[in-house]
Each structure stands twice: as C-alpha cells, then as structure tokens.
C-alpha cells in the first residue's frame, strides 16, 4: 500500500488516455516515449506517467492531460515528444502547437476546462474520466469511491437506499427510461418462493452502431459500475451478480475482470463485504455481439446459455427473470450513476436535469461533427448546445441537417427541433428515443431516405427473426427502401412503408421491432418531400443514391479549365468516358455504371452529378 | 388252438383324468377297437400299485397296458413320472421272470387323444396276439 | 373475478385469464398461430393482437399472452388491431405461401396476394416455434431449436444433423400445424390411404375399440413420460385427475372360489398361406383389417377405399382361409361364412362393387342365418363354390390389367375360373388365443386335438373342466359365434354362482387313509404326496393323512410297502378284485 502512494509525491502527473480511440491512434506508444524521454532528461523521480480510461474528446487523441494544472495536449505522435518533454516537463513552458485550437482558428486554450467541449459537460457517470487509471483500485478509491459502498451498507437499510435511488429521480440509461428505484422496489418485493435468490444483471451488451459510453465507462471506470451493483444487490437483497459485456469489448472485458478481482481483495466483493456479513459477487458474461441480446429479456436467455431471442413480458425480469428467479437488470451508466447518488444524496441529484428526467446523460457525438468523442451532459441541455457548442458545430463549414439519437432505433431531429432540451420524453415526442446516447450528426450531404435505409438494414440484419414484424416486416420495408433508391418507388409504396412502420411499431415483440421503423417514420415525418423527390423525379438531392444519379461533363469547362485533361477517361471502370487529350471528354450514359470515379477524379470541377 | 383263434386277454389300467376320458372320447367318437382290453379306472396312473399288474399277468392277463397323462399334464401334478419308474423297474423284473417285455405297456393318452386310444389299443392287441398266449404257471392254473 | 368489456360484451373472468381465454368464454373468435393451449404463450406470430384501452391508454396487445385487467376494455375487430392482424398475416403469408392456416386467416381477412417479394412458393414453415417449444417444453429433449437470425431463421437439430437427443416421438409433427414437419421425415411409418395412419397413433389409448372396460392406458414403450420424464400433458387436461405415470404394474393374489377361463381366440395369421398375397399385396386384407376399414371410426371414416384411395370395382371374399383344411386346422371356425356374408353386405350398401363370395359350404346353421343368406342370393352377390387355389397380380388379358386375380376350380360347373377383383377379403378362421398352452398348464386343464380347452363333457358337463371349480366360456373351448358365446357364458357363471351359494365343497371320498396299526412309519409315502397331505406323527411313530388336503391320487397307496396306506373306494383288494372279476369267464 505504501509502495501504490508514493504517486502523490511526483511533482507532475501526465494522464495519457487509453480509451479504445485513443489506444488505436498508438497512445501506448506514446506513454513508452514519455517515460523514455522522462528518464533521459532525469525527471523520473518528478513525473509519473498514467494511463486513464477515455478522455471523451476522441477525435483529438492521442490525448494527454497534465496535472496538476489541467493542460490538455491532443493528436500527439512519437516525434512531438521529445520536444513536449524538454520545454514543459523540464523547462516548465507548455508547448501551444499541441494544445487544441478551436476551429475558428483562434487562440489556442491550454486548460481542459476552458475547451467547449468540456465546458458544458457536467460529470457524474464519466467523474472520474481522465483522472484514474482504471487498473489500479487505489486510484478509485482515492477519489472517494466506494465511499459510498460504505455508506450504504453500515448506515442505510435497504429500504432507505430504494427510497434515495426514487427520490433521485434516476432512470434508466438504457433507453426506455424507466425509474430505477421503482425497478429496485418490485425486485425487493417479489416473492422468492423458488429458493430465495434474487440477481442483479448490468446490461453492457452496447450494440447501437456509433455508440460506445457503456464501453468507455467500464474501461475508464470499471469500479464505479461494481460499486453501484454492490449497492443495488444489497438494496434488493441479491446474492449473485452478472455483468453481460460484449466480447468486441476486449479492453473493457480486461479491465472489468481484473477489477472484480481487486475488489474481491479489497473485501469489498464476496463474502462478508466490509465485514458486515452482506454476500455478494459478480461474474461476468460475455455475449457473442447479436444486437437482441441488449433487450433484457434475450439477455438474461443468453447468460442462461440459451437462445439469445425475447420473450413476451409479463411476467418482466423483476418477477421472473435469471434463471426463474427475480432479477434486476440496468445498464452500465445506469450502475455508475448509483454511487453518486448514494454518497452527494438524492437532493442533489435531482437538481440537475428536467422536471422527469434528472441527472446527466452520456452521448457518443459522431458523424458530420468537429469534436467526435464522449459527452456527458445534464438533461433538458438543447441539441444545439451539444452540437454547436461542444461538438463544435459542423466541419467544412456545411450545413446541419439532422442528428440521429437513440441508434439504429431512435430517430433522424431536424435542424427546426435543434433548440428541444434533452430529456426522455420530447425525444420521444419528437418521434426519436433516448436510446443508450448514441447521436449520429448529418450534414447536408447526406440523403435521409439513404439514412433510413442504413439503420433499416442494420436492424432487419439484427433481428432475431422470432415474431413476425420485425423479422418480415423489416425486410419488407427494406426492400420498398431499397427500391426508392433505385428510382422504382412509387407512392403507394410510400403508404405500405408508412403502414408498415406504424404496425411494426404496434405489434412487434420486443424494443428492437418497436423501434426498428423510427428511422423510417421520422424521416418521413420530417424529410418527406426527398422521399417525394426519389419518386417523383428519380433524383437523389444529396446525391448519395447512385442509382438516381446522371453523370455529365460540362465540355466548356472540361476543354477551357481542364484542357482535356483525360484522367476522367484513364479512370473510368466501364469505358463509358469518350474523348481524346486536349478534347472535351463526354459521358455515354448507356455504359456509365454509376460508380462517381470521374466526378471524384476531376479536378477542375467539369463532370457534374444531378 | 390256431393263432386266429387266439383271443389274448388284455388288462388296462387308466388314469381316470385323461386315459380314461380318451377312452370314454374313442367311444363317443365311435371309433371301432379291439375288445380285447379290460379297463381297471383308477385316479392316477401313480396309483397302480406294481402287485396289480403281476396280479393281472396270474390271473391270465397275457398283456397289461398302464396308460396316463402325458408328462406334464398329470391331474396330481407327477403320478405319471411315479408310473414311469415303476414300469422300468416292473419291465425288468418281469423279464426275469420269463414275461416279454412286451407284455406289460405304458402308454401316455390324453383326454383328447381318442384316436390314439384305439390306435395303441390295437396295436397292443395285434402285438400280443403275435406273442401268443402267455403260459404263466405261476398262478391259479397250477391249483 | 375481474371485470372487462370485449367488443363490447360485458364480462367476468378469472384474475389471470389471458385475453385470448377470456375472449373464447365470450365466443369471440382471434386468429392465432403460434398459440397452444398446452404451451406457453410465445407471442411470435403477432396475429392475435388486440386493441385495449387501459386507463385511458388505447394500445395494441397479443392477446395470447396478455392478462386482463380490472375495467379493461379489449377490441379485437377495431381497425387498427385489424389494419396489425392483416398486416402481419399478409408478411407471413409471403414468407409461407403454402402454409394452410395461414391461408385460411388470410381469406377470412380477405388478403389475396400479399403484396411482398414471395421467395418460396412452396414454403410451409411459418417459425411460429410449436415444435420447438413442443421439443422443450412438453418433451424436454431439446433436439430441435430455431438456427440463424432474421430472415435466414429456420428450425433445426444441432448442426443440421440427425440429433441423437431425438427420441423420435413425432410430437413436434403433431403440435405443427402447417404441416412442415411430416412423419415419414421422422419415423418410418406404415402409411396407408394417403395421409391416415393404420395402427396406435398415441400413447393412450382403449386397447381396441368396444373393449370392456372401456379404459385407456397409457402405452409405456410409446409414451413420452417414460422416455424423458417430462410430457405429461393428458396430466394437464384431464379434469378427473385421473391419470397417475406412477402407477405400476403389479402382481394381485386375489382368493378365490371358482374361475372362469375366457382367453378368446386369436385370428388366423393369413401369412401363412402364401399364395394368397396376403403382405405382398396391399389390397389382399384379413377380415379384421377390413371391420376396422369399414368401421365408422375407422382410418377412412367407413368408407371402403383400396391403398390407393380409390374405390374398389370389384371385390372378392374368400372363405375358410385357415378353417377346413388339413394343412391349417381341420376344424370349422364357425363364424366366417355369416360374417362374410355381413361384409358382402355392407359392400353392397356402401359401394357398386362386384361381389364375389368363394365358398366351400355355406354354413349358416343359426337363427336367421339362412335367411340373410336367401336376403344376399337376391341382393347380387355372387357366390361360387370352390376353394381359392391362387392370387396373383399378373395379368394373362386385358380385363386382368391391374387387378388381382383369384384362380378358383367353381365346383358347380366343373371348371378353373380366373376373377379379376381390386380388393380380396380373406375370411380368416379362429384359433386358440395367445398363451392358450400356458393357461392350459396354469389351470391345469386339458386340450382337445383342435388344441381349445376342453370341457368335462361334451353334453353333461359343456362348461366344466376336470378341474373343479375351473369354468370355461367363449372361443377358448371352440370356435363359436356372439350368441353361443354369451349363452355359455351365462352357464359358466351361473355354475360358478352355484358353487360359491353352496358355501361348501364337496370331497369326492376317494381320500387316502393310513392304518395306524400296519404303519411302520417309513415316511416313504410323505416324501411322495405331491399335495403335502401326509404328515409323520412323532409321538405314535405313524405318517397320518389330512383328507382335506388328499386329492385322492393314490401314488401313496401304491408305494406303501405295509399296506397301511389305502384309498377309499380304491383299496388294494378292491382292485385285486376288480382283476379277479376280469377274469371270470
């Protein structure tokens, strides 16, 4: 124990961050440059290297933070070192080529704090992010944690803990939203006739495409989701634990099992927790990636060892779920924000947020955005506050034209709702859902009927093909998509879509059918006429369905800009480009395929797409 | 006395359960047999006692026929296996004593086995009718 | 009870009634396909949902599997439960357009042609998942589940491989109900006429039809309990409570009296005689398959049907097969030719076939008897006098194309006839039943030379048998008909009657006795009492005879070296006498 704190004796710590975006971008080897380039200028005894979960702010990694002071260097690579070490490290002056610029190109901002995309993040799930090395417990623990741990289990009664969780106001994070102390309460009560045992399952089987905070907790974080299951298990009396995490999550599956076993010999997991007597641990199950094992039914089928496919409910989890027996089933965020809760209270938890929806939500911000990453805000935040103000707005200077949330089942927001604040309900009623925090940004580029079809097919690609809905009924609104695309759409195929999507979200079985159309029919609701205009006019306005689209070569400019310059011919696929150098070049529509390489190709802007 | 005239006198002891009904069957039946044989009834064939049949051969019997159940069928479960024995024992005895072996029979007829009854019937006539009488002296006709 | 409203017919059921339930109380019709009473609800299909309102919140539910609520108001006809129902129906119809429940939904909703890409018109699964649910939940072998996702969903053993978990009961085929499972893909089974199936099709079952009693059984070898300890689903759905997988057989000593043999008879096994065909042609049938064929409740519901579902032109019946004939049995089994003459009959009535009834004498010897005879002369069978020698399939004109045809010298006119029939009946003779030796050896009876019981006296004593006390009635003492039958019955019972009123039994006074004062006590004679009648009296040095238990059979008697031991009405003088008395000229 000694030995661990010696850290705070370092004059600086370098917090490197080894969230999976910035593993990617080599931040491993970053840290050995680091702690190469340290020894040799002698500073090891002054500065220590550490490794933290994700940062959140992913597009600009390579990151690193520098404490104490907050200095926030981005996009590092190896021969940016040496240098970063010598002048900061050493000469004490930070370096401001590395620090992050806004896009404005104004000044650079050294302090993370004062960067946008931290500024109005406000966080409680992702509170420790940047600040511990998830691979150490101590770390955690010396930032309060698992104080709350000790709070719930020497002075509360498990009653007194549901009624904390209830007052707070928190819901679920996994998208439907529904109150967790409620949940907490049903799995207390339910009757434990069939031998008495009750479990508790954290859901980190994150599926959404574009969507990674489950991930990013459970490897910046892993203690504050133990923590949180510890104290869930003990209000509702369970005596077992599973976590379900995909096994693409490897980085986080490492961190979760190891530590499990730092708490377990810190007793804070197992038998006879904090010596008073409370029984409980947590294994870990790892799913094989099917998108229907996030709904919990399915889930609790796949730890089961069974099919991984939904069943109807009632009787819902908390009645009979694991194995026959009660169960209480949240996900990853949901569990991290319980320790919080526990130790700040429930008063001040539910300060922050709407009138229904309290507390903060994570979003992964990604698509047509300048700050990709990880965002956590409080509820009731507007769309354009996130994506304006800490995503940073638009690249190449385009224009917004939806954000998609709640994953492949949550719904396209157009720029007319950009001022909606945040919470489970006016997403709903915006046609789209909460979902787990994915949040997809589109420009004017993109075509929404595509956009459709692209979640549309991820969906119909991910159903388990049980009821009847979603396995046909996705592939048939699939195919009338598809042929949309194509320019053999007709209106009444437009109405079967609409039929189609609202009866699909009527009847289907489970949360992934129920929301499988939403792509569709918000789309239809708010960009009708570009489906309109597929149909009508067979033209794709964004021009992303090739299918529609024509290809010309405006000879003037070919002959006058390009002089005939004849790249559009060398790379043409199909031969469909006639014309000789220093002649205008011409498009034979007949061969033309479609594939855009001469629009790509030329430089001087004469073939033309309509 | 030429051999044709020669009626051999022929003592039969039947069980009354199955030899004796077969008997009673054959005469129900119709069925025509030699008349030489005199029917003794007893319940068993495990009831004749090996005197009877010496007594039959002194009193002028010139063959004696013990006739039963077959093997397994008896009505007192083994009285047929007891006759067995003793008509072993009897046969060798008897031709000690000077009486063909021949002479003394055992035969297994069931209640159903009318048409055996006669067969076995006749034959045994016709067989001791070719031994020919039987000069026993060891009974009355010394007296 | 809770009280609902379904389109709006005001309702109480019971606290957790599905709407399903509750809508079939109210004789309200809901399509459903994945539905089974005996299954858990699986909610799959989506065909049966449902419009409520509860508290206000109108929502589309499947009422398979939802519980009713306190007030709740449930629509199954309103148009956006239907604008679901046909929606739903049509997708599945796309997907298994051969599918006839489907079908059938789908024209009482008056869908057509569904208006989705249809990738097999020849498909019948609609993954409704009975089978596997049926695999799991009812058979517990789990040797079916679902593979792949989505559209390439489909049911399947492990890997596409026969399962060795299969203990192939068939139940997954039976609980289909689009047919997509067959039997002949799971068991081989003798089919006959098209898909109906001759034989025990379930584990319970009445041993035969008009059996006494009346009584099922469940057929352990067959039943799916006792291969996986699971099923137990005539559990379930018997309201009397009165099936119990427990019960075992077992052995009941029960004291009695008097006894009555009626072990029947068995049929004459027809394989015996090759030339008729009986096995290598499926239209050659024994008489008992052809009462099953013609019986109401029979594989083709009484219609008389050749094995390849058409009706017969032409049929022939054959009598004594088996009966009068030196090769088989001597004897005539009694019955055939008026039961013959019924089938010709019910022919007659049933089809326009030709009749052909081969015969050696008509036997018709009971009341009423000749005059059916008289009754079928008029009605056009014909009847040709003469054993059948041969039949054969192969044809020597035309006419004989594709039929049977039955070589028989007609001994009325002196000459070899070939008929062609599509059906022969072969009017098989009775026989002893099974295990009739056995009985004869437990009972410790006789049997006459056609092998039946035989009784005490063919006149005096029809129904006794040599063992008193043992009664015989029916087919096990001879061929003999229904009515013959029961009279012996009613004389076997009422001799049996007889004894137990008496209250006592009556020795026959041929007991042995031992002599006390020629007695030697050699003990030979108690070593030799099969009935363990004689005991040896210790303290007077004598063996003693308890005439209780003296059946009378004399081996003691005959073995006493003394003399001591004699029986009555057979002493040793008696008989030495008896020998004399031969003897006297």
């Known amino acids: ?610 | 006395m030429s051999q044709q005239a020669f009626e051999p006198k022929l003592v039969g002891f039947l069980c009354n359960w199955c030899s004796y009904t077969g008997a009673d069957l054959a005469g129900t039946a119709r069925m025509t047999y030699a008349p030489n044989l005199r029917i003794i009834r007893v319940m068993c064939s495990g009831r004749v006692d090996p005197q009877f049949v010496l007594k039959a051969f002194q009193e002028g019997a010139d063959g004696v026929l013990i006739s039963g159940c077959h093997p397994g069928d008896c009505h007192y479960q083994e009285g047929n296996y007891k006759a067995l024995r003793r008509h072993r024992l009897l046969s060798k005895m008897l031709e000690q004593f000077g009486i063909e072996k021949e002479r003394f029979r055992l035969e297994w007829v069931s209640a159903a086995e009318g048409a055996k009854f006669q067969k076995v019937c006749n034959e045994f006539t016709e067989q001791i009718r070719h031994l020919g009488p039987l000069s026993w002296n060891g009974g009355k006709k010394n007296e | 009870m809770i009280q609902i409203t379904i389109d709006g017919k005001k309702l109480e059921v019971e606290e957790g009634t599905t709407i399903l339930q509750a809508a079939e109380k109210a004789e309200i019709h809901i399509p459903t396909l994945c539905y089974h009473p005996l299954l858990e609800p699986y909610a799959s299909c989506r065909v049966c949902v449902v419009e409520v309102n509860r508290q206000g919140k109108k929502e589309l539910v499947t009422s398979c599997n939802t519980q009713v609520q306190p007030g709740m108001v449930i629509e199954t006809q309103s148009e956006r439960a239907l604008r679901a129902r046909k929606l739903n129906v049509e997708m599945l119809l796309a997907r298994a357009p051969a599918a006839k429940p489907v079908q059938k939904i789908a024209l009482e909703l008056g869908i057509e042609k569904p208006r989705f890409e249809i990738k097999d018109p020849d498909r019948k699964c609609i993954l409704c998942g009975l089978c596997v649910r049926t695999c799991e939940q009812v058979v517990g072998a789990n040797a079916i589940s679902f593979i792949n996702r989505g559209q390439e969903r489909e049911v399947s053993p492990p890997f596409g491989e026969p399962s060795e978990a299969c203990i192939g009961c068939t139940a997954c085929a039976y609980f289909c109900p689009t047919e997509a499972i067959t039997f002949e893909d799971i068991h081989d089974r003798k089919v006959i006429h098209d898909e109906l199936y001759l034989g025990p099709s379930t584990a319970i079952r009445v041993p035969v039809r008009q059996a006494v009693p009346m009584v099922p059984f469940i057929d352990e070898d067959n039943c799916i309990h006792f291969k996986t300890g699971n099923c137990q689903l005539c559990v379930k759905v018997c309201e009397k409570e009165a099936i119990n997988h427990e019960m075992k057989e077992e052995e009941i000593e029960i004291e009695v009296g008097s006894i009555i043999l009626a072990s029947g008879f068995k049929s004459f096994d027809a394989y015996r005689i090759p030339a008729y065909g009986y096995g290598r042609f499926p239209n050659v049938i024994t008489a008992l398959e052809f009462e099953r064929l013609v019986n109401a409740s029979g594989p083709t519901g009484g219609k008389i049907l050749l094995a390849n579902g058409e009706e017969p032109k032409a049929v022939g019946i054959i009598h004594c097969v088996g009966s009068r004939d030196e090769n088989y049995n001597e004897y005539c089994s009694r019955v055939c030719c008026m039961y013959s003459l019924k089938f010709a009959h019910l022919i007659k009535e049933k089809t326009e076939a030709d009749i052909y009834d081969f015969y050696i004498d008509m036997r018709c010897f009971g009341k009423g008897y000749e005059e059916f005879y008289h009754r079928l002369l008029h009605e056009g069978t014909k009847f040709i006098r003469g054993r059948v020698s041969e039949i054969t399939d192969i044809p020597l004109t035309e006419e004989e194309d594709g039929k049977l045809i039955i070589r028989v010298e007609d001994t009325l006119i002196g000459t070899v006839r070939r008929i062609p029939v599509d059906m022969v009946i072969l009017a098989t003779g009775l026989e002893p039943g099974l295990s009739h030796s056995e009985l004869a050896h437990t009972f410790n009876i006789s049997c006459s030379q056609d092998t039946f019981f035989l009784e005490r006296h063919p006149k005096l004593a029809p129904v006794s048998t040599f063992s008193d006390g043992i009664f015989l009635a029916g087919t096990c003492q001879a061929p003999k008909d229904i009515p013959d039958t029961v009279a012996q019955a009613g004389a076997a019972a009422s001799e049996a009657l007889a004894l137990a009123d008496k209250g006592s039994f009556e020795l026959e006074p041929i007991t042995a006795e031992i002599d006390e004062k020629l007695c030697a006590g050699c003990q030979i004679c108690v070593s030799l009492c099969p009935f363990s009648a004689i005991t040896y009296n210790k303290e007077k040095h004598i063996s003693e005879v308890n005439e209780a238990l003296c059946k009378g059979c004399g081996t003691c008697v005959a073995a006493c070296p003394s003399g001591a031991a004699q029986q009555k009405h057979f002493r040793d003088i008696q008989i030495m006498a008896e020998i004399e008395g031969i003897f006297i000229d």
């Open chain 1, 1 to 610: 124990m000694e030995d661990k704190l010696t850290s705070t004796r370092h004059r600086l710590h370098l917090m490197v961050c080894a969230g999976t975006a910035c593993v990617s971008n080599r931040s491993f080897e970053i840290k050995e440059a680091l702690e190469r380039e340290i020894k040799k200028q002698g500073l090891a005894e002054e500065v220590l290297v550490v490794t933290t979960g994700c940062n959140g702010f992913c597009e600009r990694g390579p990151l690193l933070v520098v404490q104490p002071g907050n200095i926030f260097y981005q996009q590092l690579t190896l021969k940016d070192i040496p240098h970063l070490v010598e002048e900061h490290f050493l000469k004490g002056r930070p370096v401001e080529k590395l620090m992050y610029k806004p896009p404005e190109g104004k000044k650079p901002i050294p302090v993370l704090n004062e960067i946008d995309f931290f500024k109005k993040q406000v966080l409680i799930a992702l509170r420790n992010r940047g600040l511990i090395d998830p691979e150490k417990i101590e770390d955690y623990i010396a930032r309060d944690g698992y104080q709350a741990l000790v709070k719930a289990l020497t002075q509360m009664t498990p009653e007194e803990i549901i009624e904390e969780i209830k007052k707070s106001g928190l819901r679920g994070r996994g998208g439907a939203g529904f109150p967790t102390g409620l949940k907490w309460e049903f799995v207390r009560l339910a009757s434990t006739s069939n031998g008495g045992l009750k479990f508790v399952v954290c859901n980190g089987d994150e599926g959404d495409p574009g969507a990674f905070m489950d991930r990013s907790i459970l490897e910046a974080d892993p203690h504050s989701v133990i923590e949180g299951m510890v104290i869930g298990a003990k209000a509702i009396g369970a005596q077992q634990g599973y976590v379900y995490i995909r096994n693409e999550y490897p980085l986080a599956l490492k961190r979760l099992t190891l530590a499990l076993q730092e708490a377990r010999e810190y007793g804070l997991l197992g038998e006879n927790i904090l010596g008073t007597g409370f029984n409980f641990d947590i294994k870990v199950a790892r799913g094989a990636g099917a998108f229907v094992c996030g709904e919990e039914t399915a889930l609790l089928a796949s730890i089961e060892g069974r099919l991984g496919e939904p069943r109807p409910r009632p009787p819902y989890p908390a009645q009979r779920g694991l194995y026959g027996h009660p169960t209480c089933i949240n996900n990853v965020e949901t569990w991290a924000n319980v320790p919080v809760i526990v130790s700040r209270g429930a008063d001040w938890f539910s300060k922050i947020g709407t009138k229904t929806s309290k507390g903060t939500k994570v979003f992964s911000l990604v698509g047509k955005i300048n700050n990709t990453g990880l965002v956590e805000v409080p509820m009731g935040i507007t769309l354009r506050e996130i994506i304006f103000e800490i995503g940073g707005g638009i690249p190449g200077g385009k224009e917004f034209k939806a954000v998609q949330t709640g994953g492949p089942s949550g719904g396209c927001i157009p720029k007319e709702k950009l001022d909606l604040p945040i919470d489970y309900e006016s997403l709903t009623e915006a046609g789209s859902m909460m979902g787990s925090g994915g949040m997809v940004v589109m420009d004017e580029d993109t075509c929404m009927v595509d956009v459709a079809k692209y979640f549309l097919s991820f969906t119909q690609d991910e159903s388990c093909g049980k009821c009847t809905p979603c396995r046909e009924g996705t592939k048939a609104m699939l195919d009338i998509l598809d042929r949309i695309t194509k320019g053999e759409g007709t209106e009444e195929d437009l109405q079967l879509l609409e039929d189609l999507a609202v009866s699909i979200k009527e009847t289907a079985l489970c949360g992934l059918g129920k929301t499988a159309p939403n792509p569709v029919l918000t789309t239809l609701r708010y960009f009708r006429d570009e489906y309109l205009t597929h149909i009508r006019d067979k033209k794709c306005p964004a021009h992303v369905c090739r299918d529609l689209n024509v290809y010309t070569i405006d000879e003037k400019t070919c002959l006058e800009v390009g002089h005939g310059c004849d790249v559009c011919r060398r790379n043409c696929v199909s031969e469909a480009i006639i014309g000789e150098k220093n002649q205008p070049h011409r498009i034979v529509q007949e061969k033309c395929i479609k594939c855009g390489v001469c629009y790509d190709v030329c430089k001087f802007g004469a073939v033309k797409v309509e």
